[in-house]
Structures are given as structure tokens and as C-alpha cells.
């Protein structure tokens, strides 16, 4: 590849937690997949003085708030989530099913909550 005098590159790491030679089946979304040696906050002196906080807001917090309200949400089987980007690698869309009888359920569990701590 040539890059002229006054030219622009843009450079990516897109193989980053995605590399064949390191991880199977990179392009699958797999959530028990061993992510321990992921790169996605830096490393060494470079790595994200935030990336604690981040896992543990996400981990701890949002994710079992949102399903806590929302009984009866998963993703759905047949639209698997659509990962790209060129930057900034996430989900472009992400499909979910909601089971209407187990939300109702989620609903009169929380309402019988709030009532015994009355």
C-alpha cells in the first residue's frame, strides 16, 4: 500500500478480540465465552483507569435491573444480534422477545414486595 505525500491512513486494530488464532469462532456473539485476555479497556500503562467501574455498572447494576423489570426478556433465537462497526465495535441491532405471562408475573412479585415493606 502506498500512502502519498500529504496523504491520510486511518489505522484500526480490527482483529482486536476478534483474532481466529486466539479466539474460536470470533464472529459469534458468545456470553460464556473466557474473555479473560480481552484488550477492549488497553493494557499495560495504558489501561483504562475506568474499566472496573464500567464492568461492575454494567455487570451489577443495569443488566439485573433491567431483567428484575423486565420478566420474561430475552434475546431473540431466531435474529441473532448484528455486531460492526468500523471504529468502535457493539451491537448494530439486538433483537429481544418478551414472554407477556412472565412479565405479568415479574410485575405481581415487585407490586408484593412493595406492599410487604409497607
Do not use: Q, Y
Not at 428484575?68 to 422477545?97: E, I, K, N, T, Y
Request: proline share 7%; aromatic share 12%.
Amino acid at each position: 500500500m502506498k500512502i502519498t505525500p500529504g496523504g491520510r491512513a486511518f489505522f484500526m486494530f480490527g482483529a482486536a478480540n476478534r483474532d481466529p488464532a486466539h479466539f474460536t469462532d470470533p464472529d459469534s456473539f458468545d456470553i460464556t465465552r473466557d474473555t479473560r485476555k480481552h484488550i477492549a479497556f488497553g493494557a499495560g500503562p495504558h489501561f483504562c483507569a475506568g474499566a472496573f467501574a464500567a464492568r461492575a455498572l454494567v455487570a451489577d447494576v443495569a443488566l439485573p435491573m433491567m431483567f428484575a423489570r423486565l420478566g420474561g426478556l430475552r434475546l431473540d433465537p431466531d435474529r441473532p444480534a448484528a455486531f460492526g462497526g468500523w471504529a468502535f465495535r457493539g451491537p448494530l441491532s439486538m433483537h429481544v422477545c418478551w414472554d407477556h405471562d412472565r412479565a405479568e408475573d415479574t410485575a405481581r412479585r415487585a407490586a408484593d414486595r412493595k406492599e410487604a415493606a409497607r
